[in-house]
């Protein structure tokens, strides 16, 4: 797993696939056949212009009410109900949400760390998750393609929290140019017995993998897995929502 | 990431330390100061010896009953429930439980696969999760520093499900030598906002990580993670588990 570090700050509008193809670059690497990338998602939410002003948003009565309870700024409260399509649970700090798209976690994906405070307007700055984070990943898959000539799977991943288990674990909430799901059933155990109902989440394990490298103060907006045998395809992050008729929680 | 391959099928009373450090050396590895190793569940199962033949076991009538409702062997429902303390939720295939341990999961981690049938005694059996997997830990991780000379921090890991998401993902049952929770609270983000409320769990992204080599059926128990820069400390992967009383969703 490989770091790419020294990315400059992301504007609106940056072509995220040349900055790390350039940052790859500088560190004496070049993308290979195989690799898959890993892209946190608050440098796509800044690519894609998904940065707001807390100062512009006007919060309705409810999100002034819910903030109060959960000790929230009121205009983060009133994006996190902009994004959800619905509450499932309030904690003491956050609204755990199912975003519009079909995620579920902590207020929506809207985050105020390392978003420059002021940069351009005035005051505190918070992101949204990217509107369609899989066709981000496609945007950015294709264009290191047309690059680099290489097909490399992105993975744009972002923080969630797990309801049995402390402490928040990187995801794939969007992805293009792999299969994110492995499906081992049929396949044999090392005991020749056939496996069933075994399938992997791997592209939430690549993930959690770069998150090691990503820690949330370094400077590190995503790195290259090198030398895993990811599978072929273009399936989106999407598949590994569970659909809400089979979710036993909430 | 380095996949240890070729140890034995791993049998009751089995050093596994000594056998993950020979694996190593055949592949012309040493362990390193920084390393750290993460072993599958099943293979620590195995050396601990919780390995049950199935037609020992005597299913209650109400592991029948429940058997039945899930298409499952009511043996192996018999000993899922022994292993659990509570169970949330039954799906079609499995019981979601909180085992002894306080771990909330599909089937108390009560599993088939990979076992060898009629090992030594006729007919099927599974592995049940080591009594006390952070204790298992602490046990390689000792034997390993005798035989090594170095401190290498241990993970157990297991497949999970998890409620909102399809697909299984590696985390850490158990754990010793270093810290679990990488608490980034009071640290500065790159725009040097303090952070709050940021606490990874890096060796469930560790355990994942490592997941991504360890397959399902390729025979790799045991995979050394090189060049982390874990926190040094004994944090058992029980802290973790998020209290009974802090859970929104059972």
């Not at 309030?90 to 994906?109: D, P, Q, Y």
């Not at 047309?146 to 991943?157: A, E, Q």
């Not at 090392?190 to 109902?197: E, N």
Request: include cysteine.
């Amino acid at each position: 797993m490989i770091a790419l570090r020294g990315l400059p700050e992301i504007r609106r509008g940056a072509d995220l696939a040349a900055l790390v193809a350039r940052a790859a670059r500088r560190q004496e690497t070049n993308f290979q056949p195989g690799d898959v990338l890993v892209v946190a998602q608050k440098a796509v939410s800044k690519a894609e212009g998904r940065v707001v002003r807390l100062a512009s948003v006007k919060p309705s009565p409810l999100a002034r009410e819910w903030a109060q309870q959960i000790r929230q700024d009121h205009r983060l409260v009133e994006l996190v109900l902009r994004e959800s399509r619905r509450v499932l649970r309030m904690t003491e700090r956050a609204l755990i949400v199912e975003t519009r798209h079909g995620l579920v976690c902590a207020n929506a994906g809207v985050d105020r760390s390392n978003v420059p405070a002021g940069a351009g307007r005035a005051g505190a700055h918070v992101t949204c998750l990217p509107l369609d984070p899989d066709a981000s990943a496609r945007v950015i898959a294709n264009a290191l393609r047309r690059r680099t000539g290489i097909v490399v799977p992105v993975i744009i991943s972002d923080t969630f929290g797990r309801p049995w288990r402390l402490g928040l674990v990187n995801v794939a909430v969007g992805a293009w140019g792999m299969r994110v799901l492995e499906d081992l059933r049929g396949t044999r155990d090392s005991q020749q017995r056939v496996l069933r109902g075994t399938i992997l989440a791997v592209a939430d394990e690549l993930a959690a993998a770069a998150g090691l490298l990503m820690g949330k103060s370094a400077a590190i907006p995503a790195v290259i897995v090198r030398g895993y045998r990811f599978r072929p395809g273009n399936e989106p992050a999407r598949r590994m929502v569970r659909p809400a008729a089979e979710d036993l929680f909430r």
